[in-house]
């Protein structure tokens, strides 16, 4: 293992390589680190600025054990990485962070939110699903409308239905594949939060102000930041988010999704945690221009063993994605003060696909 | 040529992979387009970020060629470009911005500061000298001190020597070489500030708030800036920029170094133009932490034919060179909140070498 903290010039793998693993990849250029990343496409967006790109499956041992050995420190992008990958890299000789222990708990839904019960961050009710009794059982239990999601992989809503009447259960069922599920209660929240927090090798944790938000078709829109939220709020944010990391002895950046409940009747706020991600975070790319530091540059802080940096924000940011045909939106786009483009180098603009976002600087805060 | 705007995920090129090849290649990439790196050296800074390199003198027409029919568009960190490789890059078909003649004016100091002063942009009294006798005539006319440099290259202090009597007239025009020289007059000013200024294919031109320079070893160590300056001296540097730009016809980001001689007896403010850089300008680094487009992304702008970017500052900046073994103090700047680490990805620290810079955010504006 690795001596920490790290000295620029050495080297990061990163497996992964979409706009998550590029945008890490030049915060770590910034900082003196080269990059190598893995992805089974070739030239991918990460790789067209990055120091080399070994193009194999994530789950190749030869190319695991090569980017092991190249690197001193490996990442992700993606929380779907195989435990024997992580494995391999650390035989190899490489820092794998985040760690093993936050990777399993986040590629499971039921394990996720009885992990994150147990630490006091309180999710929705929620039942395994394994056969069409459980889910009977389960609508039983905790009511309708509930959203019945696969408990391993989906994401942007992909993997998971509402059901609305007991009669759509085998539909719904079947509509997920009868794969082991998790059947969530509704929640009737005010508005969607979400905290980007890092922690590093030594235990510091360092939370962003909170972000607002809005959802379309199962994918993130817009992230209004720093959200329009009271003390209270952001501080039971930043226990939830402290509670979480420390749970789990994290290192790295985790993207926290939140349901604002309102106040309970003695005035404290109630944040509901949706769901965890263990890596930067779509609802964190505005604070690529909202502060000194941002979540790409924390997360790589994090796992060289640098101290965290300052996640004040200095502005206010709307950050909103392109998706698609959006992307030809660049040309109104460019022309805008004020607007700051980042584009991820997709050369295909398939329906839905994230192809960049821009984050609009509101003023000062 | 091609097409103007150019859409992202088009090829630029540049010639050179220093540090600021690198800055401009990630600038490139967040705007979406692929960078290829032209430099003799392999593996350079510039090219770790880049989508590829291609590894030849910068003279070699088969790498120019090459790197034409590549790339939409060509640039360079350096004005040593020769004119010869201008020509083969637009024969095999790419726009070179900025274009031959910004070039050949600021390759030979003589031509710069008569084409300076042609276009009303004031500089200090020159001579241009070729042999020892045009150096005597030259101290006669401009008096002592003044500075003696090569014609062509020199940059940092280098190429130059200041003769305080004239015995010594000899001795330093030995001491450049015996090459075609210029003799600047001494300038008595109050401090050095820098305007860096852009301007698009369509004539628009963006100016920047000046900064104030600190050279020690004739590098430049620290830039302030916005400089504490009244409206009258930014509004005269406006003047110049857009003076210097518009008679060139200029495309791209320029670094024109100036001389505050304070005020006239009118009160009007009187700048002298000391130099200018067709390219992106260490005194411009502030940029890319005090403004929402900074230097980098402007240049890019610029040569893709995108309209200008903002240029006001949000945050005042102190900009610090790192030099030589000074990339130690990486460990203290990780620690300090608001300082901002730009490192270049040299591996060998070199005495004297610009490996990193770092921004410190002092405040907002």
Redesign the interface.
């Given at each position: 293992m690795p001596q920490l903290?790290l000295?620029?010039?050495s080297t990061l793998g990163i497996l992964g390589g979409g706009q998550l693993g590029?945008m890490l990849?030049?915060a770590a250029?910034?900082?003196?680190?080269?990059v190598v990343i893995l992805d089974p496409q070739p030239d991918c967006p990460a790789a067209?600025?990055?120091?080399a790109q070994i193009t194999a499956p994530y789950d190749d041992p030869d190319a695991l054990q090569a980017l092991g050995r190249l690197c001193d420190v490996v990442t992700f992008e993606f929380e779907n990485v195989p435990a024997s990958s992580v494995e391999t890299l650390a035989e190899a000789g490489a820092l794998v962070a985040p760690g093993p222990t936050a990777l399993a708990v986040a590629q499971d839904r039921v394990d996720e939110k009885t992990y994150l019960n147990a630490v006091g961050a309180v999710t929705v009710d929620f039942a395994a699903v394994s056969t069409l009794d459980d889910l009977t059982n389960a609508i039983d239990q905790l009511g309708l409308p509930a959203l019945l999601k696969t408990r391993r992989e989906g994401y942007d809503g992909k993997g998971q239905v509402w059901i609305r009447d007991a009669a759509d259960a085998e539909a719904a069922f079947e509509a997920i594949g009868r794969r082991p599920a998790i059947l969530e209660a509704a929640a009737v929240f005010n508005r969607e939060l979400s905290v980007i927090a890092a922690r590093g090798h030594d235990g510091a944790v360092a939370v962003y102000p909170l972000g607002e938000n809005i959802h379309a078709n199962g994918v993130l829109k817009t992230t209004l930041a720093p959200a329009a939220v009271d003390a209270k709020t952001q501080g039971r944010a930043h226990e939830i988010a402290s509670a979480v990391l420390d749970g789990l002895d994290y290192v790295g950046v985790m993207g926290i999704e939140l349901f604002d409940m309102g106040a309970d009747s003695d005035g404290n706020s109630v944040l509901l945690v949706n769901e965890v991600a263990p890596r930067v975070h779509n609802t964190g790319h505005w604070t690529q221009?909202g502060c000194?530091?941002d979540q790409f540059e924390q997360h790589i802080?994090a796992i060289v063993g640098?101290?965290m940096?300052?996640t004040e924000a200095?502005?206010r940011i709307e950050m909103t994605n392109l998706l698609g045909d959006e992307?030809e939106q660049?040309?109104a786009l460019?022309?805008e003060?004020?607007a700051?483009?980042?584009?991820?180098?997709k050369?295909e603009a398939r329906a839905g696909r994230k192809m960049?976002h821009v984050n609009r600087?509101l003023g000062?805060v």
């Open positions: 903290p000295s620029p010039g590029r990849s030049q250029s910034r900082l003196g680190f080269d067209r600025v990055s120091r221009d000194v530091c802080r640098w101290p940096g300052p200095h502005a992307i660049w040309r460019a022309a003060p004020n700051r483009l980042h584009l991820y180098g050369h960049a600087v000062a």
